[in-house]
T-cell receptor, first 112, second 113 residues
Framework: DQQVKQNSPSLSVQEGRISILNCDYTNSMFDYFLWYKKYPAEGPTFLISISSIKDKNEDGRFTVFLNKSAKHLSLHIVPSQPGDSAVYFC???????????FGRGTSLIVHP | KAGVTQTPRYLIKTRGQQVTLSCSPISGHRSVSWYQQTPGQGLQFLFEYFSETQRNKGNFPGRFSGRQFSNSRSEMNVSTLELGDSALYLC????????????FGNGTRLTVT
C-alpha cells in the first residue's frame, strides 16, 4: 500500500521551460514533505522541503506547492537546465517521525 | 565536512551467503538509516539507529539486521542471501531530530547470483 505516489515514472522537458513533478499522498497524518534528487551512481540529495502549515516554499529555481485538501504536492523547476536531469523522489513524514516515506521517483530528462 | 561513506561500493555474492555493509555517518550525526532501492520500488526503509539503539524498523524479514557503534558508524547484515536481495543499499545519516533531512551515501550495489 503506497502512501506516497509519484504516478509519472518519467518526464521530458526542453531546456529553459518549466518542469512540474507531481506527488500524491494518502496518509492525512503526513505534515512534512521533502524532495530529493538522485543522479546515477550517487545517493539522493535533499532539495527542498515544506511544512503543512505552508502552501508554498521557494528556493532559487525550485518551488514546492502543497495542496492539503487534495493531498497533493508538486515541485516546479524554472527554468529547467540539462543538469537537472535526475530522478526526483517525493517523501513525507508525520509529526514526530524520524523516518520519511518515499515515493518511487520520477525520472526527469531536460533536453538542451 | 566529509559526507556519508559507504563501503564497499560493489559486492557480488552467491545465494545462501551472508554479507555485511558498512556506513560512516557525517560527523555529529547520531541517526543512521538504511534503505533498499530496487528498480520500480523506490526507497524501501529497512531500519534506523540512534545512539546505538534501533529506533525504527521497516517491513523486512529477520534476515536483515543492523547495529550501530558508539562512534555512530553502522553496519547492516543480510544472512542467507536470496536473488531478490540484489539491490542498491543506501545509508543515510541525520541529526536525529524529527524532520531532519537525511544525508545519503552513494550506496552499496549488491548483486546476488
Amino acid at each position: 500500500d503506497q502512501q506516497v505516489k509519484q504516478n509519472s515514472p518519467s518526464l521530458s522537458v526542453q531546456e529553459g521551460r518549466i518542469s512540474i513533478l507531481n506527488c500524491d499522498y494518502t496518509n492525512s497524518m503526513f505534515d512534512y514533505f521533502l524532495w530529493y534528487k538522485k543522479y546515477p551512481a550517487e545517493g539522493p540529495t535533499f532539495l527542498i522541503s515544506i511544512s503543512s502549515i505552508k502552501d508554498k516554499n521557494e528556493d532559487g529555481r525550485f518551488t514546492v506547492f502543497l495542496n492539503k485538501s487534495a493531498k497533493h504536492l508538486s515541485l516546479h523547476i524554472v527554468p529547467s537546465q540539462p543538469g537537472d536531469s535526475a530522478v526526483y523522489f517525493c517523501a513525507a513524514s508525520s509529526g514526530g517521525s524520524y523516518i520519511p516515506t518515499f515515493g518511487r521517483g520520477t525520472s526527469l530528462i531536460v533536453h538542451p | 565536512k566529509a559526507g556519508v561513506t559507504q563501503t564497499p561500493r560493489y559486492l557480488i555474492k552467491t545465494r545462501g551467503q551472508q554479507v555485511t555493509l558498512s556506513c560512516s555517518p557525517i560527523s555529529g550525526h547520531r541517526s543512521v538509516s538504511w534503505y533498499q532501492q530496487t528498480p520500480g520500488q523506490g526507497l524501501q526503509f529497512l531500519f534506523e539507529y540512534f545512539s546505538e539503539t534501533q529506533r525504527n524498523k521497516g517491513n523486512f524479514p529477520g534476515r536483515f539486521s543492523g547495529r550501530q557503534f558508539s562512534n555512530s558508524r553502522s553496519e547492516m547484515n543480510v544472512s542467507t542471501l536470496e536473488l531478490g536481495d540484489s539491490a542498491l543499499y543506501l545509508c543515510a545519516s541525520s541529526l536525529g531530530a524529527s524532520n531532519s533531512p537525511l544525508h545519503f551515501g552513494n550506496g552499496t550495489r549488491l548483486t546476488v547470483t
